[in-house]
């Protein structure tokens, strides 16, 4: 092989080249030049490093079939392949305008095209709606802190390199597309690549919020974005908070379009829709009664204050007074607020 085609780098001294010193950052410099500094070189702690050459050991060494469909990965249990090396990269991945669909209002999931991809890390899930939630990326101790509470950092950063390699090994596969960024140690995901559910529906709130007219459409655009309870069924830490900021949006707009319906009865079922979403809102009970005042179904009133009293109560929450006090009122007087 000609000599201008290949590099050789060799630890330790060499009297027959250049020799470098690089230091615990990556830093490069030549002790014959003093004061000029080299490139910089990647570097891993021993843990990253160990868990990195893990994955590589890993990796499938079989080419992809010879004509394989852009369909390949579903749902349905079958081993997802690893990143394909460069000799043999996926035939779908040169194919234009392929954009990956990440739903986290409801079950977490991703897929290409419409087609369901197969996450094999309950971590990767647990990253991804959490960079989903944080458009503008997390970094290492954020991510570890949401992940693996409680644990030390220093023994779960290789877990969390880990993970992302190989979630981005699974995607890359399906599809060619780089989905995760990771930039002086920030990760985020790419919105060119990919489109998420929870940004189209906070795109949908800032409009209804700035919306001068057309304004019950832009409310109903919200109520139709919301799918499901961000992360629906999953029990992580971090998600409380982000849910019910997410919840409280869609019941806003559940609210702001019955005070601005005529029909008493349309403003009922909007009421009615809003408190499936969040079953214990106080709010959304005293505007429902005196709707039902309104109507004069007292008998509701009555049903829908013994439903709440006994829904937080099973749930070990105070019902307050709030609720009693006008069922109580609106069940004796008849005569809304």
């Given at each position: 092989?000609?000599?201008?085609?290949?590099?050789?780098?060799?630890?330790?001294?060499?009297?027959?080249?250049?020799?470098?010193?690089?230091?615990?950052?990556?830093?490069?410099?030549?002790p014959?030049?003093?004061?000029?500094?080299?490139?910089?070189?990647?570097?891993?702690?021993?843990v990253?490093?160990?868990?990195?050459?893990?994955?590589?050991?890993?990796?499938?060494?079989?080419?992809?079939?010879?004509?394989?469909?852009?369909?390949?990965?579903?749902?349905?249990?079958?081993?997802?392949?690893?990143?394909?090396?460069?000799?043999?990269?996926?035939?779908?991945?040169?194919?234009?305008?392929?954009?990956?669909?990440?739903?986290?209002?409801?079950?977490?999931?991703?897929?290409?095209?419409?087609?369901?991809?197969?996450?094999?890390?309950?971590?990767?899930?647990?990253?991804?709606?959490?960079?989903?939630?944080?458009?503008?990326?997390?970094?290492?101790?954020?991510?570890?802190?949401?992940?693996?509470?409680?644990?030390?950092?220093?023994?779960?950063?290789?877990?969390?390199?880990?993970?992302?390699?190989?979630?981005?090994?699974?995607?890359?596969?399906?599809?060619?597309?780089?989905?995760?960024?990771?930039?002086?140690?920030?990760?985020?995901?790419?919105?060119?690549?990919?489109?998420?559910?929870?940004?189209?529906?906070?795109?949908?709130?800032?409009?209804?919020?700035?919306?001068?007219?057309?304004?019950?459409?832009?409310?109903?655009?919200?109520?139709?974005?919301?799918?499901?309870?961000?992360?629906?069924g999953?029990t992580?830490?971090?998600?409380?908070?982000?849910?019910?900021?997410?919840?409280?949006?869609?019941?806003?707009?559940?609210?702001?379009?019955?005070?601005?319906?005529?029909?008493?009865?349309?403003?009922?079922?909007?009421?009615?829709?809003?408190?499936?979403?969040?079953?214990?809102?106080?709010?959304?009970?005293v505007?429902?009664?005196?709707?039902?005042?309104?109507?004069?179904?007292?008998?509701?009133?009555?049903?829908?204050?013994?439903?709440?009293t006994?829904?937080?109560?099973?749930?070990?929450?105070?019902?307050?007074?709030?609720?009693?006090?006008?069922?109580?009122?609106?069940?004796?007087?008849?005569?809304?607020?």
């Open positions: 092989m000609p000599a201008t085609t290949a590099t050789v780098v060799a630890l330790g001294a060499w009297p027959g080249g250049v020799t470098w010193q690089v230091d615990a950052t990556g830093h490069t410099h030549d014959g030049r003093p004061g000029w500094a080299g490139p910089r070189l990647c570097v891993l702690d021993p990253a490093a160990t868990d990195l050459l893990t994955v590589i050991a890993h990796i499938d060494p079989q080419p992809p079939p010879p004509d394989p469909s852009p369909h390949t990965v579903r749902l349905s249990g079958r081993r997802v392949p690893r990143q394909a090396t460069r000799q043999h990269p996926p035939r779908w991945a040169d194919i234009p305008g392929r954009r990956l669909q990440l739903r986290v209002l409801g079950e977490p999931a991703l897929a290409v095209d419409g087609e369901p991809l197969t996450i094999r890390r309950t971590a990767a899930m647990q990253a991804l709606v959490f960079l989903a939630a944080h458009p503008d990326g997390a970094d290492t101790r954020q991510l570890v802190n949401a992940i693996w509470p409680g644990l030390p950092r220093h023994s779960l950063t290789g877990r969390l390199y880990t993970t992302l390699s190989d979630l981005r090994g699974t995607i890359r596969a399906a599809c060619g597309l780089a989905v995760v960024d990771h930039t002086d140690d920030r990760y985020r995901l790419n919105p060119d690549h990919l489109d998420v559910d929870l940004w189209r529906f906070h795109t949908a709130v800032q409009h209804a919020a700035t919306a001068i007219t057309n304004t019950t459409i832009a409310w109903q655009a919200v109520i139709d974005a919301y799918t499901g309870d961000l992360a629906a999953r992580w830490p971090w998600l409380d908070p982000i849910r019910e900021a997410t919840r409280r949006h869609v019941i806003d707009a559940h609210a702001a379009l019955a005070a601005a319906a005529t029909d008493p009865h349309h403003a009922l079922a909007l009421l009615q829709q809003g408190i499936r979403v969040d079953p214990y809102n106080t709010e959304l009970h505007r429902t009664m005196n709707i039902l005042a309104a109507l004069g179904d007292h008998n509701a009133i009555a049903e829908l204050h013994d439903t709440y006994r829904r937080l109560t099973e749930a070990g929450l105070d019902p307050g007074e709030e609720v009693h006090h006008t069922a109580t009122r609106l069940g004796r007087t008849g005569v809304p607020t």
